[in-house]
């Protein structure tokens, strides 16, 4: 099956510091998620973006396709944006869910 | 509210013992999926419905079944819980299996 592989898995930044998120996966996709698991363990979906560029106030996230990768920026962060990111794929063949990675732990110290 | 509800909370288990694990959504959503997470393999599928009637496998599916008899549920059945399966169980639901899934607040089951 299709793999999903995430970078960096742990992050440690300062409040007001900009970030980038990466995501890499193995084949061609129908369908990428980016979500933000917070402290709770809520899971929010934050972008859906199979390709393009999409950007929701602080966040924004940019897929090409066709080189297999997303990227997930948040700039002048909050320790509100502290949590797991993931990012989850869907590749149309076998099983019709989400392939997820394992995850980037952000941490946003103030 | 709409959105995904799941029932219970937490949950205590021995090991042996039968358990079902409800989730309710109220989006009309003909898509819905179970996942569970476990500390340093993230998300794993373990089964979905595209449309009421219809249900399918994923990644982790064994000790594990479903159904779907209606549009707004789709419960999780343990039949006899083993200590492997202690884990953090997601409900998620999609307009289709191709958009955007939303996510419940998640089911923390022990088995012991």
């Known amino acids: 099956g299709i793999q999903v592989e995430q970078s960096p898995p742990d992050l440690i930044l300062q409040e007001g510091a900009n970030s980038t998120l990466r995501c890499n996966f193995s084949?061609?996709?129908?369908?990428l998620q980016w979500f933000h698991q917070n402290p709770w363990g809520q899971l929010i979906n934050l972008f859906y973006?199979?390709?393009g560029t999409k950007q929701n106030g602080r966040l924004s996230a940019t897929t090409v396709a066709t080189e297999r990768y997303s990227l997930l920026y948040i700039s002048s962060s909050q320790t509100t944006d502290s949590g797991v990111y993931f990012c989850?794929?869907?590749?149309?063949?076998?099983?019709?869910?989400?392939?997820f990675g394992k995850g980037t732990h952000l941490i946003i110290q103030p | 509210i709409a959105g995904i509800t799941q029932a219970p909370t937490s949950q205590i288990l021995a090991a042996g013992r039968r358990m079902t694990l409800r989730c309710t959504q109220d989006?009309?959503?003909?898509?819905m999926y179970w996942y569970r997470q476990d500390l340093g393999l993230g998300l794993r599928l373990i089964h979905y419905?595209?449309?009421?009637?219809?249900?399918g496998k994923g990644e982790v599916p064994d000790g594990y079944s479903v159904s779907r008899a209606n549009t707004d549920d789709f419960p999780l059945t343990l039949a006899s819980a083993v200590p492997s399966q202690t884990s953090v169980y997601f409900c998620?639901?999609?307009?289709?299996?191709?958009?955007?899934?939303?996510f419940g607040p998640g089911t923390r089951l022990t088995v012991l």
């Open positions: 419905s595209n449309t009421a009637g219809t249900t």
């Open positions: 998620a639901s999609a307009r289709g299996f191709t958009d955007t899934q939303y």
């Open positions: 973006i199979p390709s």
């Open positions: 084949d061609s996709v129908n369908n």
């Open positions: 989850a794929v869907y590749s149309g063949g076998g099983a019709d869910g989400l392939t």
């Open positions: 989006m009309r959503h003909n898509a």
